[in-house]
C-alpha cells in the first residue's frame, strides 16, 4: 500500500479496507453525511453502486475509469475523473455530456507500475478533485480537462 500518496488513512489502515476506512474517516469530520461504502470488485453487473449525485473516480484504472464514464454519461450524472503517472496528473470533469475523446486523453498516461507516482502530484489531484466538487455542487461545474505537472509547474485547464 501506498501510504505516502494517502493522507485519509492511518498506519493502522494498512490491513484495513481503504473504502471502509474512508467512511469512517469522512464521519468523523461530519456525522450527518450519508456516505455509501461498498467492499466489491466494480465492474459492468454492479456500476448502479456508484448512482450518485456526482461520482468521483479516482481508480487510476482504465478499465474501471471507462466503466464509470460510460455509467455517468448514460444516467447524466456529473462526474470527476482523476489520474496520476509519475509528477503529472489529469481530471476530467464531465458536469454534462462531453465526448468520450475527452476520456481517451485521460488514459494515455503510463501506467504507475511503469512510472510510480509522487505524492505532490496525487495530492494536487485530490485538491483540485474537491475544488471541482464544490463547484459542481454549487452549480458552477463545467466540463473540461485538465493538465499539470507538479515537477515543472505546468498547468493546463481545457473547456469541453
Known amino acids: 500500500m501506498d501510504m505516502n500518496r ?15 476506512q474512508a467512511k469512517i474517516r469522512i464521519a468523523d469530520v461530519n456525522p450527518k453525511l450519508q456516505v455509501k461504502s461498498f467492499h466489491e470488485e466494480l465492474g459492468p453487473n454492479n456500476v448502479f ?25 448514460q444516467q447524466k450524472i456529473p462526474l470527476v475523473l482523476a489520474r496520476y503517472s509519475g509528477s ?8 454534462k455530456k462531453v465526448s468520450k475523446n475527452a476520456l481517451a486523453e ?9 512510472v510510480g507516482a509522487i505524492s505532490p502530484a496525487t495530492h494536487a489531484a485530490a485538491a ?18 485538465v493538465t499539470f505537472d507538479v515537477w ?9
Do not use: H, W
Not at 485521460?106 to 511503469?114: F, G, Q
Not at 478533485?129 to 473540461?144: H, M
Open 6 to 20: 494517502m493522507t485519509l488513512y492511518l498506519e493502522d489502515d494498512i490491513t484495513k479496507f481503504k473504502a471502509k
Open 49 to 73: 453502486l456508484v448512482k450518485a449525485d456526482c461520482v468521483i473516480d479516482t481508480s487510476n484504472s482504465d478499465s474501471i475509469n471507462t466503466l464509470v464514464f460510460d455509467f455517468c454519461q
Open 88 to 95: 503529472t496528473a489529469e481530471l476530467l470533469v464531465a458536469v
Open 106 to 114: 485521460c488514459l494515455k498516461l503510463p501506467s504507475t507500475e511503469k
Open 128 to 145: 483540485l478533485v474537491v475544488a471541482e466538487l464544490f463547484k459542481i455542487l454549487l452549480g458552477k461545474g463545467v466540463n473540461k480537462r
Open 152 to 160: 515543472t509547474g505546468k498547468y493546463k485547464e481545457k473547456r469541453l
